[in-house]
């Protein structure tokens, strides 16, 4: 029968991404990664994103699927974003695969993870040059915590020097300011800010991102109720 597309739902457990970056067909650098949450969890709510060590088991399963994905798509030159499902029964599956770089603060964490021009290597890729090799992992895991606060007005906030000073956290850029609205956000991206964690391992990433967040101590008042009359 014509006219219908049939959809299934996915009971899902994770969602991972994968940034790939190929010249000639090879692989110059598979960045595996994994949200905190499915990212449709995550609308309107801050997120963490975290750019994986490539040794550690799920970052393996990942970037292979990621890879295969890419192969299968013909692509031999240019940057590949995958976003990668597992469902509840261990399934890993393909939810996106397409020619761009992972978006928000993906690009960022994954410069800083293998210290490399991003700018640069798609650069490089976009006229068919090798661009420069990826380092080894400099860290164990890297977070990307995204700051977000409810609407109205912030009446309490760390200062970026006090989050900077924290152990593990690499940078911080606080967009809320004591006396100013809060920033809007659109779909998962949140308009407050960033801040870097590195971890010293998966398992303590959950733990690390909860500690940086308390010390934000983001404070709002609510804005005032409008009333809306209508003749």
Request: glycine content about 8%; overall charge negative.
């Amino acid at each position: 029968m014509e006219g219908f597309l049939v959809e299934q739902f996915l009971n899902l457990d994770a969602e991972f991404w994968t940034d790939l970056y190929l010249h000639e067909g090879k692989v110059i650098l598979a960045a595996p990664g994994r949200y905190d949450q499915p990212l449709l969890q995550t609308v309107g709510a801050a997120s963490a994103d975290t750019v994986l060590h490539p040794d550690h088991p799920e970052a393996r399963a990942v970037a292979s699927l990621a890879i295969r994905a890419a192969r299968v798509l013909g692509t031999r030159t240019g940057p590949v974003h995958a976003e990668i499902l597992r469902t509840t029964d261990g399934r890993l599956l393909i939810g996106e695969a397409a020619a761009r770089v992972g978006g928000d603060c993906i690009t960022e964490i994954t410069g800083l993870m293998y210290n490399i021009d991003v700018p640069a290597t798609l650069a490089a890729l976009a006229v068919g040059a090798r661009p420069a090799p990826a380092s080894t992992a400099q860290y164990s895991a890297l977070t990307a915590v995204m700051i977000s606060a409810p609407p109205g007005t912030v009446t309490s906030v760390a200062s970026e020097d006090h989050i900077k000073s924290l152990a593990g956290v690499v940078d911080a850029r606080i967009n809320l300011r004591v006396g100013a609205a809060v920033p809007a956000s659109a779909g998962t991206v949140t308009g407050g800010g960033r801040i870097l964690c590195s971890s010293t391992g998966l398992d303590e990433v959950e733990q690390d991102v909860a500690r940086v967040r308390a010390a934000l101590d983001i404070r709002v008042s609510a804005p005032p109720h409008v009333t809306t009359c209508v003749s």
